[in-house]
């Protein structure tokens, strides 16, 4: 790898408003903060906060209550990251909350953290679709150049950025085609759209069911892929994924979380103990085995509850 693809938020960075609240609380009369905001404590090292979120759609009689007082924390794991998967059946806001944190969603009420920072409209979170999102009438160097250049950085500089990051997700050979099917395939597509993400250096990843439209064996292929990048980063990156392949959210995840419906809640967590560094070896093991089972099993008892 010829350079690393995350870049972590330094601590200086984390305001102060969320430092002080690991200090001792004052009166909650002299404070500005909200009482949800006050009763949910934000650790300023945390990498995701998503706090009392709720979502309300009101078109549906009744109306139909997505989530209710929801609250998640996903931690800042140093030295080594983390790749989490959320999980659940369709419908439960698996996707929902990939929104919120990229800032393409807003919840009925409720708040979203980054870094301890309240997000804004300002914050720009990356995130991999599964259709494809390539701009077809441009080159694979065109599309991942782009972010850089909407971000002002000189086009020379900006092209010089794209080849390594194309370099990165293996498709040096290809800078100079069309990014459309079928001159490209399914698989190589999904390259040039994790390397466009990857290309202006997010803190965090987001991806939802990313590789659902690709073949079984292309699928595992770019697995091994997403790995490598996620293990090759020299700080700790965090990657949040959707997928409704149990086998493939063991085969990436250093932790699993899944969501029951009607409000969703997370009904488990599962941490997934396999070597840091994977390949497809990985998934013959007897502990693989174990944990695709245990997911299963525990994805389907969701399933004969009706929730």
Known sequence: MKRNVFQKQDDSEVPVTAQAKAEPETDASDSNESPAEQAHFIPAGDVVNLVNINQIYTDHTPPNVVFKDFNLDIKDIKTQGQFITIMGKSGCGKSTLLRYISGLQEPTSGDIYIYGKKRTDKDRIPMVFQQYTSFEWKTVLQNVALPLILKGVPKNEANEKAMDMIEIVGLAGHEKKWAKYPILSGGQLQRVAIARNLVVNPQILLMDEPFGALDTVTRKQIQVFLRSIFENAKIDPTVIF???????????????????SGPATIRHQMKIDLPQKRD????????????????????????????
């Not at 959210?249 to 899944?258: E, G, K, N, R």
């Not at 093991?285 to 299963?296: E, M, P, R």
């Open 242 to 260: 959707v997928t409704h392949s149990e086998s493939e959210a063991v085969f990436l995840s250093t932790d699993i979380y899944i969501l029951d």
């Open 280 to 307: 497809d070896s990985v998934r013959y093991s007897a502990v693989f085995t174990d944990y695709v089972n245990k997911l299963g099993s525990l994805l389907e008892d969701l399933k004969k509850e009706g929730r």
